[in-house]
């Protein structure tokens, strides 16, 4: 099936605009989408109509704002397939899911001279908190090699299995270049060898079907606003036994049973995890975006985005200069690229000044630009709602800009 | 030479000549950089960069008859067009020319709307490193 693409671009009110006098052409997707109208109606709906601080008040309002936020919880669940609402617990976004991770189930499970597997693909909040485990646990932390087209080396990987390996946190889609790594044979592996695995899906739950039941990961997590939802709202699934296991994240409010000076008992999952008045607005809009995107249906999503991926192949195969960053042969829609003799800043500067977003630089991703032997890259990120014809605006901005200094 | 206060004229000048077009004034800024005394090749070293910009401007500067003398370079060309620009109005003169100068041209391009926000700080720590060049030589010189 084929999109009626005009039809979806009038749903986001932002995409109509004109950036220097030109049409803007929106291809900052990784770091974040544009959101549909129905997803900005129900944040000004939710503060016109419902707003009331949810599971405690003892009134309409109250009782409604919690349905709508739990109904959200249960799409949620049904979007990645888990096993009941529970095993979904919001956060601020995927940087604190992989935070609360560490923080809970690695302070309590992670211990002196235990392996952590990344790989050299991960997103700086995929590093970081595990750095920051390993140096409080003195436990290891050991990196996936990748090839020079980006993708990872499964047999490295299999020789960094061992019985010290107790927790493997995975990207499933590059955000700087794209590459899908196969997450199944992974996550089976480190089952194998008795190790938990978390998938980063920032990137890749927009694209693609993520089904955590048949993935049995024993984490997932992501983001909202790369869901053309809203910013500020991220969802960490985990399994319930291993959730039940893990000590809290934060205390306060809601994730207590009981609090007497001398001692506090939990709350149940995913309470437990959800300290302090949530994000209320955001949640309940997050339905919406959800909505949407089960409208469109994830299978004809993707099949649009591998077609404006090819097509923004094939075009930019014609450039002179151009030098892509990332030929994996499984990939999300995105597009990163130098060219020739130029800085990526300079690029996406020049691209600005014709209306078109992109992103540039090394997309928190330090260690594999340092791998690929890059100060950054440019690029450009695919969503549902962009066409063939933004991508030949694209490729003729590139196609001017490589002639500077591609003659 | 010109007064700092024409040479930012000449420039304001060049820019309005560019009019609205952003593609064609950064052209313009990339070319000023390539036309940019070259840097030597042994200064381009860590403690030469610029603390602040997301792309790497290195700068030196040193009294050459009581005026002081500045080279730059930088990774991306519009930065290196960027420094070329407050080098036009600010090299060769005496550290309390520069120390007293305000540059009133970054304001009457609207350079903030050409190179954005986050460049515009980087823009400003230039600017600050020339001064603290300026300070430097002039304190040596007042020894």
Not at chain 1, 128 to 133: G, H, K, N
Request: net charge negative.
């Amino acid at each position: 099936m084929s999109f009626d693409i005009e039809k979806i671009r009038s749903l986001f009110p932002v995409l109509h605009q004109e950036v220097h006098g030109k049409p803007l052409v929106y291809f900052d997707n990784a770091a974040t989408t544009q959101k549909p109208q129905a997803v900005l109606d129900a944040l000004t709906t939710y503060y016109n109509h419902d707003n009331s601080n949810i599971h405690r008040g003892a009134h309409a309002l109250a009782d409604r704002a919690t349905r709508y936020f739990e109904e959200t919880r249960e799409t949620v669940k049904n979007f990645i397939n888990a096993k009941e609402a529970a095993e979904i617990i919001f956060t601020k976004g995927t940087t604190e899911s992989i935070n609360l991770v560490a923080a809970t189930f690695g302070r309590k499970f992670i211990g002196k001279g235990d392996e952590i597997i990344i790989s050299t693909l991960e997103h700086h909040s995929n590093i970081v908190p595990w750095q920051m485990l390993c140096e409080e646990k003195e436990a290891v932390l050991r990196i996936i090699p990748i090839t020079e087209s980006g993708e990872i080396i499964y047999a490295e990987f299999e020789k960094l299995l061992s019985p010290k390996t107790k927790f493997v946190s995975i990207v499933h889609a590059s955000n700087a270049l794209g590459t899908i790594n196969p997450v199944q044979k992974i996550i089976n592996a480190a089952h194998a060898v008795g190790a938990k695995v978390l998938l980063d899906g920032a990137q890749s739950t927009s694209h693609l079907e993520v089904d955590v039941q048949k993935l049995d990961c024993d984490f997932l997590a992501f983001s909202a606003h790369k869901l053309y939802g809203p910013t500020g709202l991220g969802v960490l699934y985990g399994k319930r036994e291993v959730l039940e296991a893990m000590p809290p994240f934060q205390g306060g409010g809601e994730m207590i049973k009981e609090v007497t000076f001398e001692k506090t008992t939990y709350n149940e999952i995913p309470f437990k995890f959800e300290a302090g008045t949530p994000n209320i607005a955001d949640v309940i809009a997050f339905k919406s975006a959800l909505d949407f995107i089960n409208l469109l249906g994830k299978k004809d999503i993707k099949t649009h985005e591998d077609e404006l991926l090819a097509y923004a192949n094939e075009r930019m195969s014609e450039i002179k200069g151009f030098i892509p960053v990332g030929t994996a042969a499984e990939k999300v829609s995105v597009l990163s690229f130098n060219i020739n003799g130029m800085h990526p800043y300079d690029v996406g500067m020049m691209l600005d000044a014709n209306g078109i977003a992109v992103r540039t630089g090394h997309h928190c991703t330090q260690p594999l630009m340092k791998r690929l032997g890059l100060e950054g890259t440019v690029r450009a990120s695919f969503a549902v709602y962009n066409s063939k014809s933004e991508i030949d605006k694209l490729a003729e901005g590139i196609s001017r800009i490589a002639r500077i200094k591609n003659k | 030479m010109n007064s700092i206060a024409e040479i930012q004229d000449e420039i304001v000048s060049e820019f309005e000549i560019l009019g609205d077009d952003k593609e064609s004034t950064i052209y313009y800024i990339m070319e000023l950089g390539s036309a940019m005394e070259s840097f030597p090749e042994a200064a381009r070293i860590e403690e030469n960069i610029i603390k602040g910009c997301q792309s790497k401007v290195w700068l030196i500067a040193e009294e050459q008859d009581g005026k002081v003398h500045y080279m730059a370079d930088s990774n991306t060309d519009i930065t290196k067009g960027l420094i070329s620009l407050l080098l036009r109005v600010l090299n060769d003169r005496t550290p309390e020319e520069i120390l007293d100068a305000k540059l009133n041209f970054v304001d009457r391009i609207g350079m903030g709307s050409i190179i954005g926000s986050q460049r515009s700080n980087g823009f400003a720590a230039m600017i600050k490193q020339i001064k603290l060049f300026a300070l430097a030589i002039q304190s040596n010189q007042n020894v």
